[in-house]
């Protein structure tokens, strides 16, 4: 039967080739079944291979016209959305904790509920902040829309709404951050005072950069790093050491804390983002271009380091553009290309296959 | 990485709020991509898909299982585009023919062409050039090889007949070929097809 159909591309041209949706569909999620078929048809029409290549050029081509949203078009539309099925329909706490850990990959909270609840004792620091000291200033959230809030030394703190946080920055040796809920931080450089966020039990401590933290009263919190680097430790352990027992972030990383076992672990984050401008992405096009090379590419992209046995992998050689897709859906390709598949672990991606023949 | 999209509407139906996001989140940045290939006012855009999406919820006891989530969206988006549109540069305006002066000049070409060896510059020129095809070409493309949606789908979400959409986006390339004619010969982007 498949030998009767694949008459028809005896005489296809390549208008015909870029209508097929069966051509479409393989040119754009290749698999080993379509490799199969479509080799068997360059086979039997040696005459059509040029025209399918440049078919499927075009079709490439083609499916990378698309205009580009801004994220944040994407999350105000969100929240209004969220916003209005709540105040309708106020859903349980246990449902409203879900889809702020489906919204994590976006958003990032950083809860302090020691604050709203009797256990005060757990944070120390933040305790001796409430008893109010002088310089310190608070800000509650109760809009539908995040409020920017400028420090005076520089930074930037966007609130989302249901969100508080307090700050002091007269200390002569750091700047210091309590905040529930959920915001982004964008914290002007001064090695000589570092810029302290505490939340729900976690010490998250930059120097300059930008990211993002969630974490809410009875939740994992979690901080996702945009520039710069950032450093996460737990308030819980033992003082002397906690920092060093932290965690250093880098963009694209996430740590997620869970207070109830005091563990902090490492990972990417959902979406990570493209950290070079959108000019020097265009130039990271390789033809036949070892894979040692193309996995140095997406780290100049996305600043996450790709772990593999550079001996099994020393034969695999790519055709691709590291363009479009997400991160995740470049390493999906490239492991359908060479056979191999990934694992994130430790905020890293770890590559495993066997590599490929000569 | 596709969803169950099936299963996520249903669940969505049934009052499940974490699904609901979860189709948010996955056909957001799509739709939005679509919107604004389609309409120039983002802003209407904006409220279009937050209007689709707490309408969605609104009524979702009364929702059927549709055959394809997707489908459903794209075409419910439309339609409130079309509803609200007044006199924006849009899908509904007739199918017009190519303005003056649009292509990059015959000496750009050749100099590009010449000095081009990534592909780059061309791909580019090429999306160039789309965008100046007249709106529901754009769509009816964007629709087929970014969207991935079939002729006949994409002929029911623009509510006009099959052999229209192949119509349209057989007008569109004879105009890319007559006005770029190098571009099929030419490697373009790299192919994963080696």
Redesign the interface.
Known sequence: MDQEQMHRYAGFT??DF??D?RF??W??Y?DAQGMQYWDAVRKAYPHQSSV???A??????????????PEA??E???Q???D??EE?KP?PVS?RL??FS??A?VLILLGIAVWFRPQVTVMPIAKKAINGSQGQTERVNNGLQAEVIALSEGSTITLAPHSRVKYTLESDDRREVYLQGEAVFNVTKNAEKPFYVYANGLVTKVLGTQFKILAYPDDDVKVEVSSGRVRVYSSETGREHAETEGLTLTPNQKAVYTKKDQLLTRMVVAQPKVLITAEQL??Y????TPISKIFEGLEDIYGIKVIYDKETFKNCR????LSDESL??KL??IGK?VDARYNVIDGQVIFIGQGCTE | ?RLDEQEYWKEMCGGN??A???L??YF??DL??YG??VCTN?ELV?DS??DL??HL??KRSQLREVASPRFYLYRSLRNKLIRSSESDRFVFSADGDLADNWFPNEKDIETSWIMDE???IQ?EM??EA?QKLPIRQ?EA??L???H?F??DEIARIMNINTQSV?NL??RA?QQLRAELPF????????????
Do not use: C, G
């Open positions: 390549l208008r870029i209508q949706d479409i569909q040119v754009k290749p399918m290549d440049h499927a050029n075009l079709i490439h081509a083609l499916a990378a016209f698309h205009t580009d949203v078009e994407i105000k539309a969100r209004a959305i969220f209005n099925i309708e859903a449902r879900i889809y489906i919204a990959s265009k130039t096009t390789y033809t036949d790519l055709n691709m553009s995740f859906e999906e390709l290309v | 990485m709020a974490a609901f996001e979860k948010y989140s957001a940045n939005f991509r604004y290939r983002y904006q898909i937050q999406f707490l919820w609104n990534n592909n780059r791909l090429l999306h789309l754009q493309i964007q087929r090889y970014y991935d079939s002729a192949r986006q057989n390339m571009f099929p010969v030419s490697m373009l982007v790299v192919a994963l097809l080696t």
